[in-house]
């Protein structure tokens, strides 16, 4: 039987130290010692290159959580997010094999270099570093931190077309502090990842991320861009607001003698200045550029204004002594109202002269018969025509009674001014809302 001598026995050591130098595993001795030689000659506000004439490159990749708060009124985005910061540090590197196997070690930030990167869009200066965070090292002087902050940036907003606005919000970054542009900031393939979870208000569509230059300083800019989700405003805001400009229309249709038509119109111009307060409160205080939702509103104040004035204006003519001249302007307005009368009355003559044509076509009498009808029918609508034209131009209302010129011209003006403010109101709402609807869309500044 054979045995092993003891050469044999620490030969076999020997060879297996040499293949499997980490066999024994790193221990804490040696991560000390690692440590100590690695600092011995460091210092850490001093760009760790061997030729302090070159360009330290250090690459950016933002990782952002969410949007907490979009502020328009303030300018401002509010998100959690990380900054993955990646270099080479040509001081800090080692042979594995020589320490124990250790292939990677952590330095406080506050031990080493590190670059300096701050916010470029701060509402408040930020500086993308906290020393109580590490530094992650590798073997070959690839060095990682990845410091992280709930930052709040300054975004301008264009609220032309509120509430179906698309903004456009950068996030920028830049080395501050550093000599004769040492450092330089790139930014990775990858190098925009979003985790953003939904937002109740906006839909974060798109990203995409670029170098700039901007003045004496060179900066990296993540790029945003969100579209507001309008249906909240639609009801709570814009629907009203068309119902009230409709609504304020209708004053015209209530008697003149009723009392309550100039407390209508008020009330309708009132609820039109609240809303156009609410809106205010949602804008930023800026003149540029204006709001088409605010000049919709605006508008709607305007002719509930001018609707309330003209209703005043018509319980005083309508109030006004028989006795007195009629003015020509006043005039007019009666012709107007006998036009729009006519108009309102043609769907009337009309179905009574079909009536006619259905009888003429069950006649079994010919064609002498058939005439006669036509005839017939030609002559009573012109009479009736006549009839009413003569009853208003001789101060008669539709029944035929005999009425004041001033109570006939209140309510011409009523007719007039409600086709008036209708359709108006109606047209306008329906271009601008379209334009607002069709209009919204990015705007890279």
């Known amino acids: 039987m054979k045995t092993f001598t003891p050469f044999c026995v620490l030969l076999t050591v020997i060879v297996l130290e040499c293949l499997l130098p980490n066999a024994h595993g790193k221990n804490y ?5 690692l440590r100590s030689t690695l600092l ?21 990749t933002l990782y952002l959580y969410s949007l ?32 124990g ?8 930030q506050s031990e080493v270099w590190k670059p300096p990167l701050s916010l470029g869009t701060p509402i408040e200066f930020v500086i993308m570093q906290n020393d109580m965070m590490h530094v992650i090292v590798m073997h070959n002087g690839m060095a990682m931190m990845s410091p992280g902050n709930i930052i709040e940036s300054a975004c301008t907003f264009n609220m032309k077309f509120w509430p179906f606005d698309k903004q456009v919000c950068d996030v920028s970054f830049w080395a501050y502090d550093v000599i004769d542009n040492q450092v330089e900031l790139n930014i990775p393939d990858d190098g925009f990842v979003s985790l953003v979870t939904k937002n109740a208000e906006w839909i974060l569509e798109s990203t995409r991320f670029f170098k700039r230059q901007s003045g004496m300083m060179k900066e990296v800019v993540f790029r945003l ?46 609820s039109l200045s609240v809303f156009l307060t609410v809106i205010a409160e949602e804008m930023p205080k800026t003149s540029e550029p204006i709001s088409i939702a605010a000049v919709l509103i605006v508008f709607q104040t305007v002719c509930g204004l001018a609707e309330t004035m003209i209703a005043i204006l018509t319980v005083l003519v309508y109030q006004k002594d028989e006795k007195e001249k009629l003015p020509s302007w006043g005039k007019a307005f009666i012709r107007a109202r006998k036009y729009i009368y006519k108009c309102f009355n043609n769907k009337v003559e009309d179905e009574s002269h079909s009536d006619n044509v259905e009888a003429m076509k069950e006649s079994t009498s010919g064609n002498l018969k058939r005439n006669q009808l036509l005839d017939s029918n030609k ?25 004041s010129e001033w109570v006939l011209l209140s309510d011409a003006i009523d007719k007039v001014s409600f086709m008036f403010f209708f359709g108006i109101c109606v047209l306008v709402t329906l271009v601008l809302m379209v334009y607002m609807i069709a209009g919204s869309e990015y705007v890279e500044y």
């Open 29 to 33: 001795t040696d991560a000390m010692n």
């Open 40 to 60: 011995q000659n460091y210092h850490k506000d001093i760009v760790p290159l061997a030729n302090q004439s070159s360009t330290m490159k250090v690459n950016v």
């Open 68 to 99: 907490l708060e979009i502020d328009s009124v303030k300018g401002s985005v509010t998100m959690p997010l990380m900054t993955m910061c990646t270099w080479m540090d040509e001081q800090l590197t080692w042979t594995p094999s020589d320490h």
């Open 101 to 108: 196997g250790i292939e990677e070690i952590a330095f406080y």
């Open 225 to 270: 861009y969100l579209k507001r989700q309008s249906g909240f405003y639609v009801l709570t805001i814009l629907l009203p607001i068309i119902g009230l400009s409709i609504l304020g229309t209708m004053a015209f249709l209530l008697p003149v003698d009723s009392g309550e038509r100039i407390g209508f119109s008020i009330t309708v111009m009132l």
């Open 379 to 403: 002559g009573i609508t012109e009479e009736r025509k006549a009839d009413r034209a003569n009853d208003i131009d001789n101060g008669k209302d539709e029944d035929g009674n005999e009425t």
